[in-house]
């Protein structure tokens, strides 16, 4: 099948040079404006992948401010499209502006042709990589992981497996892992997964409320039980019947409440504060904790007795730390989300920013990485968030003791960093590592690495 015919506008207002840079293109299809309207009108009629756009247009042919105007309106219209920026007015301000808005490239008159073309030719080779990775990327996104989960470690792709596998039972299931692991996210998805999808998935977070009132959210209330229970109100327990129940943070719970909760579990009903009638429900639950359950079963502050039947599957998740390459590719995932909905123009990260978030240790885990990006999305002055805009540190890396496995361990972060690079494009990937195709394959395999 013959590949389409790739289109370069140019927008050059010097009928002359117009001339020349046609000609000079022989293996693309020239689009030629010579001003900012026709120049917008075959951006939206041909969307071309890459523009040369000279900023000395009319009515200001002797400044940049039409120039200036067009980029941003281009940019603002085709987010993906590679501007390649010229002009001969302050050729050093104006290219670190172009740069800062958003362009592709810079390149100062007088034209050279040949090194224009290699400018031209690499910003289609570029364009057509990220047309590729964001394919790549909205499969991941789009709820081949589960719930939507975003991620490529295989720590956490074991996780969603054995998930998924225990979905379809209907067993109580413990997540074990520290604040902001995404554990509330994999409840979500195992109800999903579930016979019980269609049934409400209700959360509650045992330690965000007060052990006065934590009876009455899990259990409900009759009208006139205590003072202030001015109607009868259904407890989460029974707002899930049917569906899930996800008690995050049951290592709260007090003791006097465990025993209340172990009944429900042993009996599958419920009694309201003030009632006198066993409610039959149909809950699954699914809990959460960030503290050491077992030393807290050990010192007596949980019932042993409660803690298997809570956990009759355990499933812990790692740190984001422990993810090798999900940083930087949930990084990207909540970079574009907050973009969109705070519509401004960042488009994605410089290499310091990337290299940063690579050797972070990440101690807040997913929470803090979205609300290092989401701060950097307001911060950033152009269209790349810094290191700077992220404010991230120095990390101090603990290595593995055994020889082989420090050198097992940089592998496999050198891959998966450089695969979260690459957005999951093979060839990017090797080329960034420095080793051919079949080499790579050959050690994905062998540490268990997906693209």
């Not at 998930?163 to 109580?172: G, K, P």
């Not at 003791?401 to 990017?428: F, H, K, T």
């Amino acid at each position: 099948m013959n590949q389409p015919v790739q289109k370069l506008l140019i927008v050059e207002d010097d009928v002359g040079l117009q001339r020349q840079l046609r000609w000079a293109y022989e293996g693309y299809e020239v689009l030629v404006a010579g001003d900012r309207a026709s120049a917008m009108t075959l951006l939206r009629a041909e969307e071309p992948a890459v523009v040369t756009l000279d900023l000395g247009l009319p009515p200001d042919p002797d400044g940049t401010s039409e120039g200036f105007a067009t980029l941003a309106e281009m940019l603002a219209l085709k987010p993906d499209l590679k501007v390649i920026v010229a002009s001969g007015h302050g050729a050093h301000a104006s290219a670190l502006r172009a740069i800062a808005d958003g362009a592709y490239d810079f390149y100062a008159k007088p034209i050279d042709i040949d090194a224009l073309g290699l400018i031209v030719a690499r910003a289609f080779y570029v364009h057509a990589l990220e047309a590729e990775n964001q394919r790549l990327a909205a499969r991941v996104e789009g709820g081949t992981s589960l719930g939507g989960l975003v991620t490529a470690s295989p720590e956490m792709l074991k996780v969603t497996r054995t998930i998924e596998r225990v979905a379809a039972a209907d067993v109580s299931v413990m997540l074990l892992g520290a604040s902001g692991t995404g554990k509330e996210v994999l409840a979500r998805g195992l109800h999903d997964a579930s016979p019980r999808q269609k049934g409400a998935f209700v959360a509650i977070n045992c330690a965000a409320i007060p052990e006065t009132l934590l009876e009455s959210e899990l259990f409900g209330h009759e009208k006139g039980a205590f003072t202030g229970a001015i109607k009868t109100t259904e407890g989460k327990i029974e707002q899930a019947s049917g569906g899930t129940l996800f008690l995050d943070e049951i290592g709260d719970v007090p003791l006097a409440l465990q025993v209340k909760l172990l009944r429900f579990l042993q009996e599958r009903v419920v009694e309201r504060i003030g009632g006198r009638k066993a409610i039959a429900v149909d809950t699954r639950i699914v809990c959460a904790t960030h503290q050491d359950i077992d030393a807290m079963v050990a010192q007596g502050r949980f019932r042993e007795d409660l803690y298997y039947r809570l956990a009759e599957i355990v499933v812990r998740i790692p740190g984001l730390a422990e993810r090798a390459g999900d940083a930087v590719l949930l990084a990207r995932h909540f970079l574009r989300h907050h973009a969109e909905a705070m519509k401004v123009g960042v488009k994605g990260f410089a290499p310091d920013a990337v290299t940063a978030i690579e050797g972070w240790n990440w101690p807040g885990n997913v929470r803090e990485l979205e609300n290092r990006v989401k701060r950097a999305v307001i911060m950033a002055d152009g269209a790349r968030v810094t290191a700077v805009d992220l404010d991230l540190g120095e990390r101090d890396a603990a290595l593995p003791i055994n020889l082989r496995a420090v050198r097992e361990a940089a592998d496999r972060g050198a891959i998966a960093q450089a695969l979260a690079r690459a957005e999951g494009n093979i060839s990017g990937t090797a080329r960034l590592l420095g080793i051919s195709r079949p080499t790579l394959y050959d050690l994905m395999k062998n540490y268990g690495l997906q693209p």
